[in-house]
């Protein structure tokens, strides 16, 4: 919902597709301290720090409710308050991946994992239309007072999180310095190769394939298909209708998924997709196209972030989460590099690039690590 209202304020309002990149980059700001949060859930537990950033999420947006209600809203206090959401914002789901973690059995994590993203998938369906539905209805400022309502509402309903820690430290790992606990993590991860794999991979499809189904639709939308933000909502909500469908399937079925082999494929076929979407002029393609995007997205995204709860070792599963979310810096840098592409040589050559840029490095990644991820007896490949 927030995405919506603020993605549409800011095209309109400037009149830019770069600027437009750039605020979809400002929100990803974040994943260059996400290791911290990881590692501050060690101390203090996953739950109080999610509450912590939950409580984040309500007083910035309660900042941009009274800008809106007073008619004081312009780009710069919007960027300003959106580089503070984006501090925040990106470390929300490690967190949720942790707790899951730490509550389910390796046996049921496949499914439980679906189960967490069918949540996210769906309020993003129901957030995309009900934003562009009440900002059209009512204005930007009454629709944001709904989404200080509902950021309210999800900090009281992570009061009832549970507080189990699934690691206690010593006092002697309470006291290691931040620096030293990344340093420890970075090194976990390039020492395990299974695990620099699907890093890389991570930063890959952030940089490839995110950009092009993510704040660029605000411009697919308005330049592309001539519709408003009632459209846009419609566009994005066809991306997670299909996610939400995917994590359905995820849910019910990963006992029978082989993580790292699904993960490759599917990272194939949704690239695959984003190449047709680039070149589609019509709306209600490119509501198929997003919605299969968004299935094969959920069947690339979940296996990921299995394999690397399963194949970590649990005393550093909180940092290494945290250097996942590094990989998504990837999405502002492609955000940013295609800003301008899309200005100078169009929408459908820039989708096309970064496509098939996606699609050659991801053979890559499974040829040159073939051993351990597309190897029927690997680890990671065990149903």
Not at 128 to 149: F, I, R
Not at 258 to 274: D, G, K
Request: glycine residues 10%.
């Amino acid at each position: 919902m927030e995405g919506v209202i603020l993605g549409w304020f800011v095209l309109v309002s400037t009149g830019s597709v770069l600027a437009l990149a750039v605020f979809g980059s400002l929100q990803f700001l974040g994943t260059l301290i996400s290791p911290l949060f990881g590692m501050a859930g060690d101390r203090i537990g996953n739950r109080n720090v999610l509450l912590l950033m939950r409580l984040g999420y309500l007083i910035l947006a309660a900042c941009l409710m009274t800008l809106f209600l007073t008619g004081l809203a312009s780009p710069v206090p919007v960027f300003i308050l959106a580089t503070l959401m984006g501090l925040i914002r990106p470390s929300d789901i490690t967190m949720r991946n942790l707790l899951v973690g730490e509550t389910m059995p390796a046996d049921y994590l496949m499914r439980a994992m679906g189960v967490s993203r069918t949540t996210a998938d769906s309020a993003r369906i129901v957030g995309a239309l009900t934003g562009a539905g009440l900002v059209a209805a009512l204005g930007s400022g009454l629709a944001y007072v709904a989404v200080c309502g509902i950021y309210a509402l999800c900090l009281a309903l992570t009061l009832g999180v549970g507080i189990r820690r699934l690691r206690v430290l010593s006092d002697g790992e309470v006291a290691m310095s931040a620096l030293a606990a990344l340093r420890q993590g970075f090194a976990y991860v390039w020492s395990t190769p299974v695990i620099r794999a699907v890093m890389l991979l991570a930063f890959l499809v952030n940089f490839a394939a995110y950009p092009l189904t993510g704040s660029l639709l605000a411009y697919v939308a308005k330049d592309v298909y001539g519709m408003d933000q009632t459209g846009l909502g419609w566009l994005i909500a066809s991306f997670a209708g299909g996610a939400l469908a995917g994590s359905i399937l995820v849910s019910l079925y990963g006992a029978h998924i082989r993580p790292a082999r699904t993960m490759i494929v599917c990272a194939l076929v949704w690239m695959s997709c984003n190449l047709v979407f680039s070149w589609l002029t019509t709306p209600l393609p490119g509501e198929i196209v997003l919605f299969v995007s968004g299935l094969f997205q959920s069947f690339c995204m979940i296996p990921m972030s299995v394999i690397l709860l399963r194949v970590t070792e649990p005393a550093l599963r909180g940092c290494v989460m945290g250097v996942r979310m590094l990989a998504v810096y990837g999405m502002p840098v492609g955000l940013l590099l295609s800003g301008p592409m899309v200005e100078w040589a169009g929408f459908a050559a820039t989708g096309t690039l970064y496509s098939l840029v996606g699609i050659v490095f991801t053979v890559v990644i499974a040829v040159w690590w073939r051993a351990d991820l597309w190897a029927r007896a690997a680890p990671v490949n065990v149903r």
